[in-house]
């Protein structure tokens, strides 16, 4: 690669691609308060000027990280949590795909839980609630056919997902099992229970 192509200038583009992937790792560590515009440009190797250029200052740029990091993983959810699944597929589907994104995107699920209640609201209560109105859904015909009181579905949507989204935020915290390993242990407990926990239990086998 010659020096010219070295010294490219980034395109607009580009630019903004890369103070969005640098502000998001600096969101992470410090979070919003601890991070300034001054250490997100030395980071980047640019001037603040153009940080203003592109969000018009940190809050701006702060949204937009949040913003990304959240669509991400409500896409995520919302193709897992589909009509298609049976119960335990559901319950398979939904911690698969939270737990994918906290291994694919720790910074920001980081940013999600810890930071995002700090500029605009509580971003992952808000990403839960849309997830717990899906599984209301889909749960309320299930129960129907089974004969079950619908009333109780809210209950179990809540319970589902909370279930989840919880142990998603220990294992932030707590990586020493695999995503496999901790999906496993939450689907066997919302499928069979404390009281019908089976030894060798399994996850569906994914068809490829």
Known sequence: MTEQNLRRRMSAAERRDQL??????????KGF?????EEIATRAGVSKPVIYEHFGGKEGL?????????NTLLHSLRDAVTADAGSRALIERGSL???GFIENHPEGF??????????????????LNDVIVRVEGLLIPKFEKMGFDPKAVPLIAQALTGLVAMTGQWWLDN???TKEEVATYL???AWNGMHHLEL???LTPTEV
């Open 20 to 29: 969005i992937g640098v502000a998001l790792l600096c969101f992470a560590e």
């Open 33 to 37: 308060d601890g991070t300034s515009i």
């Open 62 to 70: 702060y949204a937009v990280v949040v913003d990304r990091e959240v």
């Open 97 to 99: 795909a939270l737990l």
């Open 110 to 127: 980081q940013i999600i839980m810890r930071d995002s209640s700090e500029v605009g609201g509580s971003s992952f209560a808000s990403i």
């Open 175 to 177: 990586p020493e099992f």
């Open 187 to 189: 689907v066997n407990m």
């Open 200 to 202: 060798d239990f399994s």
